[in-house]
C-alpha cells in the first residue's frame, strides 16, 4: 500500500510539473518563476502576489509614477460574434451597447432577477456583430453560464440569427496589463497603432514587436492610464519581455493590483460587490444606462428601478482613516454613538495617500462625504471619514471636451 | 463569492502558512541565515520566536513570517501589565496585502513593548531577530518555552509545510 501510493505520487508529480494546489498556470508562468515572482494560488490560478525586486508598496508607487505589467490572463475573454449580438448582450446586461461606438468599451454588470450583481466586465463593441468581453476569473464558470443559457433563450426569440461564443482558455489567448504613467511611452515604441487616438474605454487591433494581431484597449484597474493587451499564448512571453526591456517598466502582481484599485476606488468583485447587491446600493447606477431604465428589459429591472426611484437601505461609500490600522474585509462600521452602520469590504494602507483606504456599506443617511465612523478592527475603535471615491485621482487618458 | 475572497485569505496567511508559496527561494535564505541563529530561540507554528532570559521571554516574529507579510505598516503591540495565556491573541502585524494576529507563545504578564517598532513598523522587516522585537513577558510556566519548535524542528516545519503544499 505505501509502495504503491509513493510511486502513483511521484507519477502525479512527473505528470504535473507543479504542485497541483499551486493552481492553473498562464502563458507567463515560467516567465514569472525566473524573474523572481511569488506565486500563490489565486483563485485557482497560479499568479505572483509580487516580484522580488519589489515590496507591494513600492511596486504600487512605481505604478502610480512609471508603469508596470500585470498578468490578467486568468480573466475571462469571451468573443462573441454574429447579427443581432448587440440586442443578445444587452439581455443580460444594463449597458446601452446600441448607443456605444464600434472599438469602444463600457463597464456593465451581469444581474439576476432580483437586481443583484452577478458579475461586472468590461465589453468592447468591435463592430454591430462583434463583441469581445473580459470579465471575472473567479467568476469564469458561472459567467460561461449565463452567456450560453442567454443565447439559447434569444436564439428561441430570434430563430434567424446566427451568434456564436467562443470562449478563450489562458492557453489560448493571454491578456497582460500595461498600467502608469509612462505606459503610453513604452507601448508607442513598439507598436504600429496610433496610441494618441486611442481614448480611454476605446480598443484598436495593432502590431506590438513582431506580434501581429493584438486587441489593444485602453482601461485597466489602477485608476492610471493605460493598456489591456490579448494576444496568442505562445507569443505572451516574448512581448511580456518586450515590453519589460522598455525604459521604467517593471512587472508588478496581485498585491499591487489590489492596492491600486482600492485607491482608485474600482470594486472588487466577490469583495465589494455580489449578488445581494444591487447597482444602486453598490453607488454603481451609473451603469444602468437611461436607454435601459426606460425599455427596463434587463434581469432584476423591477428591483434596480424601484431602487433608483426610491432609494435603498445601503450605500458603498469609501472611508478613510489617519491613524490606526487599516480596516479590511469584515469590520464593522459604526456611528459616533457607536451604532452599527455597515461593515468594510475591502480595505487596506494606501501606499500612495499615506493614509488608511476601504469601502464598505452603510446606511444611507449615513453615507454622505465628511460623515464621521467609527471603525470596529480587533475590538478598538478607530475614527473614520466617509470619503468620495477615487481616493486618488484617476489620470485616464479621455479626449478634451470641446468648449461648450 | 467563493473564490473572490482570495485577497482575504492573504490575511490569514500567517496562521495557516499556506497561503504563501514561493518558495524555494526562502528556504535558501534559511539556510544561510541560519548560521547567525541562536540555538536556544524557540518558535511557534503560527512563526513568533521567543528568547527566553531567566524568567523574562523576548517575542518576535521569525524571518519566514515577516517576509511572507511583506511591508509592515502598522503594528498593535500589547500594552505592559496585560496578563497573556499561551497562544493568545495578543495583537496584530498589517502590512498593504495582509493583517496578521500575533500570539504570545508562553503564559504571563507582558512587562514591556517595543515602542520603536509602534513608530517604526519596518524595523520588523528588516531587523526581525533584533530591532524588531515585539514584546517581552514574564513567564509564569518556564516549563512552556520547552515545548516549543527549536530552530531545526522549526526548519523542518517549514521545509514540510512547502512540501505540502
Known sequence: MLGKRLISSKFINRFFSSKPSLGEKTGLYDFHVKNGGKIVNFGGFALPVQYSDQSIAASHVHTRTNASIFDVSHMLQTEIKGNKCTEYLESICTADLKALPSNSSTLTVFTNENGGILDDLIVTKITEEEFYVVSNAAMKQQDQQIMTEALKDFKTRNTNTDIELKFYQPKERGLIALQGPKAITALQRLTDANLSELYFMTSTIGKIGNVERCRITRCGYTGEDGFEISMPTQRQVELTELLLEQEDVKMAGLGARDSLRLEAGLCLYGSDIDQTTTPVEAALTWLVAKSRRQAADFPGANVILEHIKTGCGRKRVGITSHSGPPARHGSKILDENQKELGEVTSGCPGPSLGKNVAMGYVSTENSKVGTKVLLKIRDKLYEGVVTKMPFVPSRYYVKAKSNK | ?165
Open chain 2, 1 to 165: 463569492m467563493l473564490v473572490s475572497r482570495v485577497f482575504l485569505d492573504f490575511s490569514l496567511l500567517l496562521n495557516k502558512t499556506q497561503a504563501f508559496k514561493s518558495v524555494s527561494r526562502n528556504r535558501r535564505r534559511f539556510i544561510h541565515l541560519s548560521t547567525n541563529w541562536l540555538a536556544d530561540r524557540r518558535f511557534t507554528d503560527k512563526h513568533e520566536w521567543i528568547e527566553v532570559d531567566g524568567k523574562v521571554g523576548t517575542i518576535g516574529i521569525s524571518h519566514y513570517a515577516q517576509e511572507a507579510l511583506g511591508d509592515v505598516v502598522y503594528a498593535q503591540l500589547p500594552d505592559p501589565n496585560t496578563k497573556v495565556k499561551q497562544k493568545d491573541e495578543c495583537g496584530a502585524l498589517e502590512s498593504v496585502k495582509a493583517a496578521s494576529e500575533i500570539f504570545s507563545p508562553v503564559s504571563g504578564e507582558i512587562i514591556a513593548k517595543n515602542i520603536e517598532v509602534e513608530e517604526t513598523p519596518s524595523l520588523i522587516n528588516s531587523s526581525c531577530y533584533e530591532k524588531g522585537w515585539l514584546f517581552k513577558v514574564e513567564l509564569s510556566d518556564t516549563a512552556e518555552v520547552t515545548k516549543l519548535m527549536t530552530e531545526d524542528q522549526y526548519k523542518e516545519f517549514l521545509r514540510t509545510n512547502e512540501e505540502q503544499q
